[in-house]
DNA sequence: TTGACAGCAGAACGAACGTTCTTTATAGTT
DNA sequence: AACTATAAAGAACGTTCGTTCTGCTGTCAA
């Protein structure tokens, strides 16, 4: 999108989609473009979605794509070099929770007490995003219900029975008597620093 | 909204919207649904938006409210040495985001590269949310600029002067001549575990 | 056994919608 | 002065949408 015009009507629908988190239709588009003509409005659409800001849904319904959501990188001039430690990424509000969850419903968190897998890199008070689900791979990272209580631990298989390994040598593997039941698959970790 | 059957539609809608980002015509949301009758499609969408799961543009367009997004969160944790018995997980609800951001415009996103910080249980390709700002205090995770690089470090004191303390015994503490520019603290963290 | 209601299906309809085509105005270029 | 591209307006049209109303079926209590 080379154009000055078309990215001035970017910024409109970006505010408008802010406040109603959805795209109207070609009429109101004309509004809150300030023009009085739908084609012109779905000439604007096509190249925005040509520069994939938007896209359309098989029903024929704009929605916006991830690109639509970035917003301009760091307003400090800071420098031309490449960052080699670390690469930015541009976010806003929404994307995390896109980023971790692909079905909210079978999707759960829950907060992880203790230092048993501390190895890879959970700690004590981080939230697990746990996907529920019966069944999971060897070398994953499963909530499961062992003898009636949740446990976060990885995945493994000894003597053709599965058991659950620890990320911290202080702790023991366990190796389920009865029915080793699992609750979920670990597919995202979140972490708060406090103030 | 007392009833299962609504909470169901909404998982399927949730799910939907996770998808395409938008809600759909009621004929498509009879397919969505698993029923046949517009009519009561509006019906249960009525019922969400006496919820407040949804509710309606000035246009008469359906959109999600926050509660739409929020993730339960589960009573119990998981524990690691000490066991708690499971207990149905409908406790309180909460949104990521809001849980991680505070001030969004000072806020970014930063995928970090490298195990220079593997003590502290970030991990190379995790996401750093970091707030901006020239400050920070002595141990906070620090998203510094030396020599014209990102870097993430604990920030700490060393003979009067600032130094920048890697969490790998294998990193050297960095020891800024010049002057050392601060980007923004860490505040939080995501990982997203690959499927 | 009746009747009341919840849960859905289906039709009917006017309004709104997206699309395409034609036309106009302005600005810049040759 | 003639040409061209850009930006927009406007009309015309077939489709789709949301709404409402009416009808059907099963359940459960009276």
Redesign the interface.
């Known amino acids: 999108m080379t154009d000055h015009k078309d990215t001035e009507y970017l910024y409109k629908l970006q505010d408008y989609y802010a406040d109603?988190?959805?795209?109207?239709?070609y009429a109101?588009l004309c509004e809150v473009f300030g023009i009085a003509s739908k084609s012109w409005v779905k000439a604007i659409l096509t190249r925005l979605a040509d520069a994939e800001f938007i896209e359309r849904?098989p029903?024929g319904?704009w929605?916006?794509t991830r690109q639509f959501f970035a917003r301009p990188l760091?307003e400090s001039s800071?420098?031309?070099?490449m960052?080699?430690?670390?690469?930015?990424?541009?976010?806003?509000?929404?994307?995390?929770?896109?980023?971790?969850?692909?079905?909210?419903?079978k999707?759960?968190?829950?907060?992880?007490?203790?230092?048993?897998?501390?190895d890879a890199?959970?700690?004590d008070g981080?939230?697990?995003v746990v996907e529920k689900r019966m069944t999971a791979n060897i070398g994953d990272?499963v909530?499961a219900?062992?003898d009636?209580?949740?446990?976060?631990k990885t995945l493994d298989r000894e003597n053709g029975a599965f058991i659950l390994r620890?990320a911290?040598p202080a702790?023991p593997v366990i190796r389920p008597q009865g029915t080793l039941e699992i609750y979920g698959v670990?597919?995202?970790?979140?972490?708060?620093?406090k103030?």
Chains 1, 2 share one sequence.
């Not at 960052?83 to 419903?105: K, N, R, W």
């Not at 670990?186 to 620093?193: A, T, V």
């Open positions: 109603w988190k959805s795209i109207p239709s109101r849904t029903d319904a929605i916006p760091a800071v420098q031309a070099g960052p080699v430690s670390v690469t930015a990424t541009q976010g806003d509000f929404f994307v995390i929770d896109e980023m971790l969850i692909d079905t909210p419903s999707t759960t968190l829950i907060t992880v007490k203790g230092e048993s897998m501390i890199g959970i700690h981080d939230v697990a990272i909530v219900i062992v009636d209580d949740f446990t976060l620890p911290n702790f670990l597919i995202g970790l979140i972490r708060k620093y103030r």
